[in-house]
C-alpha cells in the first residue's frame, strides 16, 4: 500500500492527503466543497476570496 503525501492546504492551513492544485495553490477537498457552496452574502465568503489571493505569490525555491 502506498503512503500518501501530506500537502498545505492554502485555504485551511493544514496537512491534507487529498485535493486540487490551482495554480501555485493546494487546495483540500474539504475546502474546495465549502468554497463552492459558498454564497457571496455569506460571511466565509470575504474569507475564502482573501485567502485566494494568495494564489500568485511565487514560491522559492533553495
Given at each position: 500500500m502506498e503512503a500518501k503525501a501530506l500537502k498545505h492546504c492554502g485555504i485551511c492551513e493544514e496537512?491534507?492527503?487529498?485535493?486540487?492544485h490551482l495554480y501555485t495553490m493546494f487546495i483540500c477537498r474539504e475546502c474546495?466543497?465549502?468554497m463552492i457552496h459558498t454564497e457571496p452574502r455569506e460571511e466565509k465568503y470575504r474569507y475564502?476570496?482573501?485567502k485566494l489571493k494568495n494564489v500568485n505569490?511565487?514560491?522559492l525555491f533553495s
Open positions: 496537512e491534507k492527503g487529498q485535493g486540487i474546495e466543497y465549502n475564502y476570496v482573501k505569490q511565487q514560491q
